[in-house]
């Protein structure tokens, strides 16, 4: 039995005499402890409880009359059957508490009888409902609590009281109301206390001190406020300002009387502020200087200084303005050339142009007004060619700003000064040539002059004979550094592909980019082997060091190759690392025809064709083997004489010869059969389309009978491998 069932047992119990209760007790005693229980509960729980009627409260005197047996009644036991069906299960129970709970808004009870139906009778079909209302609940909560942080945080105390005061009628069991309530009303009293210190005194500065402590425990202290603000406090005075690098400096003075004064701080372009809220605030504070670096050249700005005092400020303000901040310029770098001097800047926002005054050996001590040496408009450098070689110059570069009346103004300028110097002369030609795996490189140069030749992937975006300071060579690329006089160099490369290299010109600090030359470093991969193995061909081949793509193309045709056309080639690109770990490149489903195949060594995976190696060429003939035989046919007349020759040949799949096959060319030698074709002579060619049938006859001239005299059957060429030549005895090739 649950522990509620247990407690209602004890207490129903403690109230029954003679097993009997008071309907009017009962009533009262449900009312006061478990409201969730009804009197009909209490019949159906307790059936052998006697419940003594009122008769004044439930039955008028005349029915007492006509049955004086009703005044005492005697309730029936139900039967089993009614008693079961009456019982109300724990699930109602639950749901009536929890309703009863969101209902008083108490959200630690409501949460934790709905995790106990949650758990116990996780398929009730009012969950969902419930589950919406908790909720519903926890939002109102929270945004309350975020309502009561922003009043504690904003210290209104005054406001936070009408607030808590509305929660104890409408949210009884609202979280902690108590101890927000007990700190509210010690900030009050607080303030009340300083109130009537106020309202006591009649000196104007003690009055003003009570009401600002008032406001320090209740800043929306209605009373406090009112009163201040009949008593503003005086305005600071003698606001200086100073234009600085980066900043403008503001200080200033305080009133004669500074009690709780603190110092609103206002910027705005143009004219100064006028009150309060006349621009934007960049602080309030009890300080009485401020550096403002969020500025931007070319704008005017004024300035503002308000006294405040419980919110209330001063009637005036010191103010000043506007001012036009005035920027240098940025970055500002000078570089010596060959009769010439290079400065170079970056514009602050908004300048409308720039100044430069020039002097020999120091710059300029300030700017002359008509005596600019250029004037320019917003750009970004300057060349001085009217320079002499080993002389110092200098310099005053000054920006021009126009201010809010459109006059101009201008800074005090930056100051450069250097020495022009006589660079070394650029190395014109350089001779690079690749030897065993090797660059060797070579060049002339004058006297006196330090060489580094720069290795690069990429070429140097810097224009021959340019003139760089020597300490920014090394972000160039790899150095070679060359010893002084020398004129030759070799280099081992690291990798495959284009090699840029540039000689520069090292002297006095300066370096003279001279004219590169690029070499592609991709040697062709080597040794090829192969073996044919069922219907897969095997390949390996030697690679060349820092080598690790390769490109194989492969057909069946020969012709393929010389007209590349690709849409009938195969082609794959394949890593050293597959390579190696395959120990080999496989061409799978071969069939019997002829493979050509060509190898390239890549640089890099997706290079261009222009920048592969020279192929490796691989001819595998893997057709069928095709037989051409013949003989020389003689015809006797019937005296014997030899009257004429044929060549017969004979070729039983003669449909499978392909279409270029080079020709057959019969030839004949006198004293021998011709072993080479260089030792013969024509007697006539058979081409491709004369092998019309599996065997054929061709007449031979009679010019070409003779004594001693024997032909042989050559080809043209030997292009097709799968075509074989059966050569018959001796005198199946006498032409006697």
């Known amino acids: ?57 439930e039955h008028p005197a005349s029915d007492l009359a006509e049955d004086e047996d009703r005044v005492v009644m005697d309730i029936e036991s139900p039967s089993r059957e009614q008693l079961e069906s009456n019982l109300p299960t724990r699930t109602t129970e639950l749901l009536g508490n929890i309703r009863e709970q969101l209902i008083l808004k108490d959200l630690v009870k409501a949460k934790a009888l709905l995790a106990q139906l949650e758990a116990s009778y996780g398929d009730e079909q009012s969950l969902p409902e419930l589950r919406k209302a908790l909720e519903a609940l926890i939002v109102e909560i929270e945004n309350l609590q975020i309502e009561i942080g922003r009043l504690e945080s904003a210290e209104k105390y005054y406001e936070l009281k009408r607030k808590i005061d509305l929660l104890e009628i409408s949210f009884p069991k609202y979280p902690g109301l108590n101890e927000i309530k007990l700190k509210t009303e010690d900030k009050i009293k607080v303030a009340e206390s300083y109130l009537n210190h106020a309202r006591r005194t009649s000196a104007g500065k003690e009055k003003v001190n009570y009401y600002l402590h008032a406001l320090d425990a209740c800043k929306d202290c209605a009373e406090a406020i009112s009163a201040l603000s009949l008593l503003p406090p005086d305005a600071p005075t003698n606001l200086q300002i100073e234009q600085q690098p980066n900043c403008i400096s503001l200080k200033w003075a305080s009133p004669a009387s500074d009690l709780g004064v603190v110092y609103r701080l206002l910027k705005k372009k143009g004219d100064p502020p006028t009150h309060p809220e006349d621009g934007e605030v960049l602080a309030e504070m009890t300080n009485q200087h401020y550096n403002d670096t969020n500025v931007l050249s070319g704008e005017s700005y004024s300035y503002g200084v308000f006294s405040m005092r419980g919110g209330i400020s001063s009637t005036s303000s010191a103010s000043t303005g506007p001012l036009l901040f005035v920027a240098e310029v940025l970055e500002a770098s000078i570089v010596p050339g060959y009769r010439k001097v290079h400065l170079r800047w970056q514009l602050p926002s908004n300048v409308k142009g720039v100044e430069i005054f020039r002097s020999l050996n120091n710059a300029p001590s300030r700017r002359v007004i008509g005596d600019a040496f250029a004037r320019l408009d917003p750009v970004k450098e300057f060349i001085d060619k009217d320079v002499y070689d080993n002389i110092t110059y200098g310099y005053l570069i000054c920006t021009i700003f126009e201010d ?15 020495k022009t110097l006589t660079p ?10 690749l030897d065993a795996e090797q660059f060797h490189l070579k060049w002339e140069a004058s006297s006196n002059n330090s060489i580094i030749i720069v290795v690069s992937d990429q070429p140097l975006n810097i224009d021959y004979a340019s003139i760089i300071d020597e300490a920014k060579v090394t972000e160039l690329g790899q150095l070679l550094m060359i010893s002084e006089d020398t004129k030759y160099a070799t280099y081992s490369p690291q990798r495959v592909g284009q090699h840029y290299f540039t000689p520069i ?9 001279g004219k590169n030359v690029n070499v592609n470093y991709l040697p062709p991969l080597t040794n090829p082997q192969f073996s044919i193995g069922g219907k897969e061909l095997f390949l390996e081949w030697n690679w060349p060091a820092h080598s690790s793509w390769a490109h194989i193309e492969y057909c069946n045709d020969l012709f393929v190759f010389e007209r590349a056309d690709t849409r009938e080639m195969v082609t794959k690109v394949i890593s050293r690392k597959d390579y190696e770990i395959n120990q080999g490149f496989a061409l799978k489903n071969l069939e019997k025809k002829p493979y050509f195949i060509r190898l390239f060594n890549l640089p890099s995976p997706d290079a261009n064709p222009m920048d592969w190696s020279k192929p490796l060429v691989i001819e595998v003939d893997n057709s069928t083997e095709i037989g051409i035989k013949y003989h020389i046919k003689l015809n006797y007349n019937l005296f014997g004489k030899l009257k004429g020759a044929f060549l017969h040949i004979s070729c039983p799949e003669f449909d499978k010869i392909p279409d270029n096959v080079p020709a057959l060319e019969l030839l004949y030698k006198t004293g021998g059969i011709p072993v080479q074709k260089e030792s013969g002579k024509l007697i006539l060619s058979v081409s491709r389309f004369q092998l019309t049938k599996p065997d054929i006859s061709i007449e031979l001239s009679n010019e070409f009978l003779g004594a001693n005299r024997y032909a042989k059957l050559f080809f043209e060429h030997d292009a097709i491998k799968n075509l074989r030549l059966y050569h018959p005895s001796r005198e199946n090739l006498q032409l006697f």
Do not use: C
């Open 404 to 418: 809010y009346k459109g006059f101009e103004r201008f800074s005090n300028g930056i100051k450069l000064s250097a």
């Open 424 to 433: 070394p002369l650029p190395i014109s030609t350089l001779e690079v040539k």
């Open 505 to 513: 010109s090292v002297s006095n600090g300066l370096g003279v980019i």
């Open 1 to 57: 039995m649950e522990e509620w069932r247990q407690l209602l047992d004890d207490q129903i119990y403690g109230l029954v005499f003679n097993d009997s209760i008071s309907l009017k007790e009962l009533n009262l005693f449900l009312k006061r402890f478990f409201s969730g229980v009804t009197v009909e509960d209490i019949r159906t729980w307790y059936p052998d409880i006697h419940i003594i009627v009122d008769e004044v409260e």
